[in-house]
């Protein structure tokens, strides 16, 4: 059965560096998603992407965060800065059309910041 | 979106039927009733949708009141697996919105 797979599992930075999660969505999905978890709280959406273009971002998704579809298999989210408060499972999804429809979800990452 | 509403927690013995309901007195007509799952800080998992009629799949079954206000998710044989937050959400289909907008969910104890 096909699946989303988000790497890295865990990535561990420092307050201030950049991270890159990855992502590579379901290979015919068209529409892609951002989610973030913090430990112990509700599963919150950050940005949805289609035809290489954002479609929808939440508040949380500031000018810190940016996403890109590089090539025609991986969906990546980048944090330029990242703070403490960045600590939390980010979550990829995919689905095969807009606003409706399952959303496939990734295994997530866990990101960590000191 | 409609506002949802669902009990924090839910106990089931293994085997017995596990039945998780949800308010959503606010529904409007276009927007469908979906039902995610996520076991232990894993990805949410789509269990199922519908409108207005019953739905049913390998999964789960899905039940809404006539008047749409409220519905109900049926696990049949409930397993140890089966524990896991369980979320309703309430939107419409189609347009550019993709976003899935999570409350608290019900935790759902499976025990033997």
């Known amino acids: 059965e096909p699946e989303v797979t988000q790497t890295p599992s865990h990535q561990v930075t420092q307050m201030g560096q950049e991270v890159i999660l990855r992502c590579v969505p379901i290979s015919n999905h068209l529409y892609f998603y951002w989610y973030r978890q913090i430990l112990g709280q509700k599963v919150e959406f950050l940005v949805s992407f289609y035809n290489n273009e954002i479609s929808e971002k939440s508040e949380i998704f500031d000018d810190q965060f940016s996403v890109e579809r590089p090539d025609g298999s991986n969906f990546t989210l ?10 939390a499972m980010y979550f990829c999804a995919s689905s095969e059309v807009a606003g409706g429809s399952e959303q496939f979800f990734g295994p997530g990452t866990r990101l960590t910041v000191l | 979106d409609a506002k949802t509403t669902q009990p924090p927690s839910m106990d089931c013995a293994e085997g017995r039927a596990a039945n998780l309901p949800c308010n959503h007195s606010t529904i409007s007509g276009n927007e469908y009733v979906y039902w995610y799952r996520q076991i232990h800080s894993q990805g949410p998992q789509y269990i199922i949708h519908g409108l207005k009629n019953n739905e049913t799949n390998e999964m789960a079954s899905l039940i809404i009141t006539e008047d749409r206000k409220s519905s109900t998710l049926i696990l049949p044989h409930a397993t140890l697996r089966d524990t896991a937050v369980y979320y309703c959400i309430v939107r419409g289909y189609g347009g550019s919105q993709g976003n899935l907008i999570f409350g608290k969910g019900t935790k759902l104890s499976v025990k033997p």
């Not at chain 1, 944090?79 to 408060?85: F, N, V």
């Open chain 1, 78 to 87: 980048k944090i330029r800065s990242t703070k403490l408060e960045d600590s």
